[in-house]
């Protein structure tokens, strides 16, 4: 199997480097593993760190958003190498690689399309603010799909090929993370989630989702259900 | 008697059309969009010289209660909210496209 870890990127430079390296060489079931870097229109160097630790780096020319990254990596991952397992990662260094194995497993084994990788299935040291936008962000989540999960924020997921293929995007932004339950209820994809690490840096702490922005985000979660009517 | 908010109304029209006028001139708006501000804003400033017509007009919208000025607050914030969801529908068209063009420009620049 070919895997594919995506990884969108902002002003990352300094840390990308080593999210990149620290990424495993070899995986048990993975034949070829690909390290793609969507560099989203950033203001420093990120995109040159990516050119050069990367198996493949893109640039946005201006700034879309995570979700648009993440769309613009899983596409090409899908289009021009053929992967058959795409995992989205962030590169600000708060997943920690270890966990890659446990989110691929499940595929591997063809018992589930999608696996979410949860912070909320051991949230010890959490930050409590982060725990409680998280469980608010669930309640959106299964309002607008249907589906209870414990943590819908997460960038940290997998997907198989068989999925990618079904689910359709129209978001953009972080509500992205949210549209995909919606698109799992909609093609009954089975999905699984497993306990992941964060590792909270002050670094990694400044960046993710500003709670402001939860209202915009709303405000596009209603503008998709009604203009799919 | 011209009050000062019927000038002011009147002079924000004329504003608005000549600016309508030199983009039509420019190429930049197209004839239907012109004549639809020069009859908008020519409502607006009629309605600004003869408050009483208008009066008696939601007067006879608003029936038994009575309260024209309700009704007429109502009508023109159920316009207002519709024309925002008009304009709101239209960005996210116009940002969905920006992100699928940037997006694949992205995917053809690494391969070329």
């Known amino acids: ?229 | 008697m011209i009050t000062f908010a019927q000038a002011f109304t009147a002079f924000f029209a004329a504003l608005v059309v000549t600016k309508s006028y030199a983009d039509l001139k420019r190429g930049r708006e197209n004839i239907i969009m012109f004549l639809f501000w020069v009859c908008s804003w020519a409502v607006i400033v009629f309605i600004a010289m003869y408050p009483a017509v208008v009066d008696l007009f939601f007067a006879k919208l608003s029936g038994e209660t009575g309260n024209s000025v309700a009704t007429a607050l109502a009508m023109g914030l159920t316009f207002v909210f519709f024309i925002i969801y008009r304009l709101y529908i239209k960005a996210d068209r116009v940002e969905k496209t920006l992100h699928k063009l940037v997006s694949e420009l992205a995917i053809k620049e690494r391969e070329e």
Request: charged content about 25%; glycine content about 6%.
């Open chain 1, 1 to 229: 199997m070919k895997l594919a870890i995506v990884l969108p990127a902002y002003n990352e430079e300094k840390i990308l480097r080593s999210v990149l390296e620290s990424l495993p060489k070899k995986l048990t079931g993975i034949k070829k593993i690909y390290t793609i870097v969507t560099d989203d229109g950033s203001k420093d160097k990120t995109y040159a760190v990516a050119k050069k630790y990367a198996t493949v780096a893109l640039r946005h020319k201006i700034n879309l958003g995570a979700g648009s990254a993440t769309i613009t990596g899983i596409r090409y991952a899908t289009r021009k190498l053929n992967t058959d397992i795409v995992i989205t990662m962030d590169s600000d260094g708060q997943h920690d690689p270890k966990n890659i194995s446990a989110l691929i497993k499940p595929i591997v084994n063809k018992k589930y399309d999608v696996v979410i990788g949860s912070r909320m299935l051991d949230s010890k040291g959490m930050p409590p603010i982060k725990i409680f936008t998280n469980k608010f962000a669930n309640f959106i989540t299964f309002i607008f799909s249907g589906i209870w999960a414990s943590d819908t924020q997460t960038g940290f997921r997998a997907y198989s090929r068989k999925a990618l293929r079904k689910i359709k995007l129209r978001t953009t932004g972080y509500e992205y993370c949210t549209e995909v339950f919606a698109e799992l209820k909609r093609n009954n994809l089975k999905f699984i989630e497993v306990p992941v690490k964060v590792i909270y840096s002050d670094y990694s702490k400044a960046k993710g989702q500003p709670i402001a922005n939860s209202i915009n985000v709303l405000i596009k979660l209603i503008n998709r259900n009604l203009t799919k009517l």
